[in-house]
């Protein structure tokens, strides 16, 4: 890596590949147009108020660690660096997205596919195991396909760094004594739901076994379309994976099935390769498994063509992406000029999506249908505690961006008027944006819209592609509440909105 000279400038930033809950992954090449790359821009600030510096960190120190220790099986960090603001992962650019894409394509993804990519996949698992890295988010979507079709694992923000423990039992890694503290104190899980194993649920101490499990369920996923431990929500999938509540459908394959009842066990030491010397004979035991007996003892996969039919890699491959398709004309660097442009190349692409309508008339609500609906809506309106009595009249969920990072949140217009927004994820109210007479909201396009407020316009992304009839309905609630603009005043029913005035403050009562 050559850590220290690269700035921002030396690369051009194309366009938007790829956001995490802290991150925008954009396409880039090098300034002299040489490669392209991923880079994944971090803010500062954001990293500091969600308190994610160690994960940061601990990226950073296993991207390295496996830059340094090359493995076909891994994305590459080509260099780090820093602005005032915001912290830069170069990486290598994975042109075929996420494996996850690939398994679901089940006409394509048949019994080699399976096969062939879990053995890649415990290739990769042995890698990282040697190095001393547990990775504790393994799932389909953190495996990226190279343009090749060779998996590259990826996202490093949960790892743990291990390591090495002689018990009698067991040569197993065993996390360092602060990532044991920081394992035991955050026992809230660490990674998704589906993938998780029992011992992090569980507050028991994480080893690489845990990556086993992960596995396990990758392979059941890979086989048969879905993953083992299906519920309606996170605690029920959680009460599913403790007790081992999982079966197979009936014509799942024999032989993997077999292989997965040995790797999900509860006790991460039953798990098939858990007593494996990993270092010396990498997980000997899962390899000689019949499962892989027909790969005839050759491991050498990254050699090998992934056996993806010629149509599928031609119509999904993105090797159609390459440099030379990206614009002479764009300036080097990620300035405030750059991200405009890019951002509204972003806006233009969803710019043909199709609208649906909430019913006008939306405060038109006698005081009989108020107690109704909010009798109904305080027993089974999980948002009823944040509304202050109000009435919802629309809820949905909406990214709300702020600087490059959007935050995704329940927005709730109720009487009142208010227009509050809730971190849906930790149930916590965060905020609501201001109604006044001088509130304008605009939309963009179908998916993106504004709310200018005297102090402050907000930037909102309507995930179901709603984002005109948010305006709408929100200007419908603002005119109604304090007439219209005076341009339009003589436009409404003056009956109209007295009705509606008097609705509200009927309403208003309840609060
Ligand atoms: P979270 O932080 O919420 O766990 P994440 O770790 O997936 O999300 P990032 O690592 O920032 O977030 O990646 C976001 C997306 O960008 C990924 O899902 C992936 O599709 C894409 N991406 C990341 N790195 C690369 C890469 N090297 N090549 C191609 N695409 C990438």
């Given at each position: 890596?050559?850590?220290?000279?690269?700035?921002?400038?030396?690369?051009i930033?194309?366009?938007?590949?790829?956001?995490?809950?802290?991150?925008?992954?954009?396409?880039?090449?090098?300034?002299?147009?040489?490669?392209?790359?991923?880079?994944?821009?971090?803010?500062?600030a954001?990293?500091?108020?969600?308190?994610?510096?160690?994960?940061i960190?601990?990226?950073?120190?296993?991207?390295?660690?496996?830059?340094?220790?090359?493995?076909?099986?891994?994305?590459?960090?080509?260099?780090?660096f820093?602005?005032?603001?915001?912290?830069?992962?170069?990486?290598?650019?994975?042109?075929?997205?996420?494996?996850?894409?690939?398994?679901?394509?089940?006409?394509?993804?048949?019994?080699?596919?399976?096969?062939?990519?879990?053995?890649?996949?415990?290739?990769?698992l042995?890698?990282?195991?040697?190095?001393?890295?547990?990775?504790?988010?393994?799932?389909?979507?953190?495996?990226?396909?190279?343009?090749?079709?060779?998996?590259?694992?990826?996202?490093?923000?949960?790892?743990?760094?291990?390591?090495?423990?002689?018990?009698?039992?067991?040569?197993?890694?065993?996390?360092?004594?602060?990532?044991?503290?920081?394992?035991?104190?955050?026992?809230?899980?660490?990674?998704?739901?589906?993938?998780?194993?029992?011992?992090?649920l569980?507050?028991?101490t994480?080893?690489?076994?845990?990556?086993?499990?992960?596995?396990?369920?990758?392979?059941?996923?890979?086989?048969?379309?879905?993953?083992?431990?299906?519920?309606?929500n996170?605690?029920?999938?959680?009460?599913?994976?403790?007790?081992?509540?999982?079966?197979?459908?009936?014509?799942?394959?024999?032989?993997?099935?077999?292989?997965?009842?040995?790797?999900?066990?509860?006790?991460?030491?039953?798990?098939?390769?858990?007593?494996?010397?990993?270092?010396?004979?990498?997980?000997?035991?899962?390899?000689?498994?019949?499962?892989?007996?027909?790969?005839?003892?050759?491991?050498?996969?990254?050699?090998?063509?992934?056996?993806?039919?010629?149509?599928?890699?031609?119509?999904?491959?993105?090797?159609?992406?390459?440099?030379?398709?990206?614009?002479?004309?764009?300036?080097?660097?990620?300035?405030?000029?750059?991200?405009?442009?890019?951002?509204?190349?972003?806006?233009?692409?969803?710019?043909?999506?199709?609208?649906?309508?909430?019913?006008?008339?939306?405060?038109?609500?006698?005081?009989?249908?108020?107690?109704?609906?909010?009798?109904?809506?305080?027993?089974?309106?999980?948002?009823?505690?944040?509304?202050?009595?109000?009435l919802?009249?629309?809820?949905?969920?909406?990214?709300?961006?702020?600087?490059?990072?959007?935050?995704?949140?329940?927005?709730?217009?109720t009487?009142?008027?208010?227009?509050?927004?809730?971190?849906?994820?930790?149930?916590?109210?965060?905020?609501?944006?201001?109604?006044?007479?001088?509130?304008?909201?605009?939309?963009?396009?179908?998916r993106?819209?504004?709310?200018?407020?005297?102090?402050?316009?907000?930037?909102?992304?309507?995930?179901?592609?709603?984002a005109?009839?948010?305006?709408?309905?929100?200007?419908?609630?603002r005119?109604?509440?304090?007439?219209?603009?005076?341009?339009?005043?003589?436009?409404?029913?003056?009956?109209?909105?007295?009705?509606?005035?008097?609705?509200i403050?009927?309403?208003n009562?309840?609060?």
């Amino acid at each position: 890596m050559s850590d220290m000279k690269k700035c921002a400038n030396d690369f051009i930033f194309d366009r938007v590949i790829g956001e995490g809950s802290f991150s925008t992954v954009f396409l880039g090449v090098e300034v002299h147009r040489s490669y392209e790359v991923a880079i994944k821009v971090c803010e500062k600030a954001l990293i500091r108020r969600e308190k994610k510096e160690n994960a940061i960190f601990r990226e950073k120190t296993c991207l390295h660690m496996l830059t340094i220790n090359p493995s076909p099986f891994f994305i590459q960090l080509l260099c780090t660096f820093q602005d005032e603001t915001r912290l830069f992962f170069v990486m290598n650019y994975a042109k075929n997205g996420e494996l996850l894409s690939l398994i679901n394509e089940r006409q394509v993804f048949n019994d080699h596919c399976c096969r062939f990519y879990s053995a890649e996949i415990l290739l990769a698992l042995e890698h990282m195991h040697r190095l001393g890295i547990v990775h504790r988010d393994l799932k389909p979507e953190n495996i990226l396909l190279n343009d090749k079709l060779h998996i590259q694992v990826s996202d490093f923000g949960s790892a743990l760094l291990m390591k090495e423990t002689n018990n009698e039992n067991n040569d197993r890694l065993s996390p360092n004594s602060d990532d044991q503290n920081n394992v035991r104190r955050r026992n809230s899980f660490v990674g998704t739901a589906h993938y998780v194993s029992p011992e992090m649920l569980t507050n028991k101490t994480i080893t690489s076994n845990s990556d086993l499990w992960a596995f396990g369920c990758i392979l059941y996923q890979m086989v048969c379309g879905s993953t083992p431990f299906r519920a309606a929500n996170e605690y029920l999938i959680f009460q599913k994976i403790i007790k081992l509540e999982f079966e197979f459908p009936q014509e799942f394959d024999k032989t993997a099935s077999n292989l997965i009842k040995k790797i999900l066990k509860i006790d991460a030491n039953d798990r098939l390769g858990s007593s494996d010397d990993v270092k010396n004979d990498g997980y000997i035991s899962i390899k000689s498994d019949p499962y892989f007996k027909a790969l005839s003892d050759d491991w050498s996969l990254h050699e090998k063509k992934p056996p993806v039919s010629e149509t599928y890699f031609s119509n999904n491959s993105r090797n159609d992406t390459n440099i030379t398709s990206i614009n002479e004309n764009i300036e080097p660097g990620l300035a405030e000029n750059q991200i405009t442009r890019i951002m509204g190349l972003a806006l233009h692409e969803d710019y043909d999506k199709v609208d649906s309508n909430t019913k006008k008339g939306i405060l038109d609500i006698t005081e009989v249908e108020l107690n109704e609906r909010l009798n109904q809506q305080k027993e089974h309106n999980m948002y009823h505690r944040f509304v202050e009595n109000n009435l919802i009249l629309k809820e949905g969920f909406i990214d709300k961006k702020k600087g490059l990072f959007a935050r995704r949140r329940m927005f709730l217009l109720t009487t009142g008027p208010h227009l509050y927004y809730v971190d849906s994820s930790n149930m916590v109210l965060k905020g609501q944006i201001p109604f006044s007479k001088n509130m304008r909201p605009e939309a963009k396009n179908f998916r993106n819209f504004f709310i200018h407020t005297p102090n402050r316009s907000y930037i909102l992304e309507d995930i179901s592609n709603n984002a005109p009839e948010w305006c709408r309905v929100v200007e419908e609630v603002r005119d109604m509440t304090f007439g219209p603009p005076i341009a339009e005043e003589n436009s409404t029913g003056v009956v109209g909105k007295d009705v509606c005035r008097r609705k509200i403050s009927v309403n208003n009562k309840y609060r």
